[in-house]
């Protein structure tokens, strides 16, 4: 893991810790337990799925079928956003989110669809392992409150960091071009998210 991810990571948990302290009153803020949140109950259930779904060795066609998974995980959050979110901002970035992965679920179908396997890389392999299961108890460490649009928000970057650690995965062991260029894409696309989404959670501590 990068530096620039470990310090991603380390701001934001400080941010979710001082966005959930305190509301507008002063008032302490519950925090809410995962197996009672809607957008947690999403999340883990993303991770479950990646977890358990078996994986060709080869690095690209793992990529490209890990990622529709995480995307599937975004989606169906964003989706709960759009029906019953109340903030213009998160409901704007959520359609956006929707819209990008949707686009990248059916690029990287059209991929693995038309293109052979590669040979099984083991130091890959080991390495997406060892990141999902970081992933996983990462997961745990946040913390929601019951608030859609923060909850939203906060469990997006989470989501964007994760994402953007197999991007740089995949642009070191990966053979084909054209998923190296979608993971570049994908990182600087997330990257602005995750910008906008700590902004927010900022002028909404």
């Not at 948990?13 to 949140?37: A, P, T």
């Not at 079928?65 to 704007?92: C, F, P, V, Y």
């Not at 989470?158 to 990182?187: C, R």
Request: aromatic residues 6%; proline residues 2%.
């Amino acid at each position: 893991m990068n530096n620039n991810f470990k310090f991603g990571l380390f701001f934001t948990v400080v941010i979710l810790l001082f966005s959930c302290s305190k509301d507008d009153n002063g008032n302490k803020i519950e925090i809410q337990k995962h197996d009672e949140n809607r957008m947690m109950i999403k999340m883990h259930a993303m991770m479950d799925t990646m977890m358990t779904t078996p994986m060709p060795g080869d690095p690209d066609h793992h990529f490209a079928k890990m990622m529709q998974l995480h995307h599937r995980g975004a989606i169906n959050m964003a989706e709960i956003i759009l029906s019953e979110g109340k903030d213009t901002t998160i409901k704007r970035l959520a359609h956006t989110m929707r819209q990008m992965q949707l686009q990248e679920i059916s690029a990287l179908q059209n991929f693995l669809s038309s293109h052979s396997s590669h040979a099984v890389n083991t130091a890959f392999n080991m390495t997406m392992e060892k990141s999902m299961e970081k992933m996983n108890r990462n997961a745990d460490l946040q913390i929601i409150n019951g608030n859609l649009d923060h909850d939203f928000a906060a469990l997006m970057i989470f989501h964007h960091q994760s994402a953007i650690e197999m991007a740089d995965f995949i642009i070191h062991y990966g053979h084909e071009p054209f998923i190296k260029n979608m993971a570049e894409m994908m990182i600087a696309d997330q990257e602005l998210e995750i910008e906008e989404l700590q902004q927010w959670l900022l002028s909404h501590k």
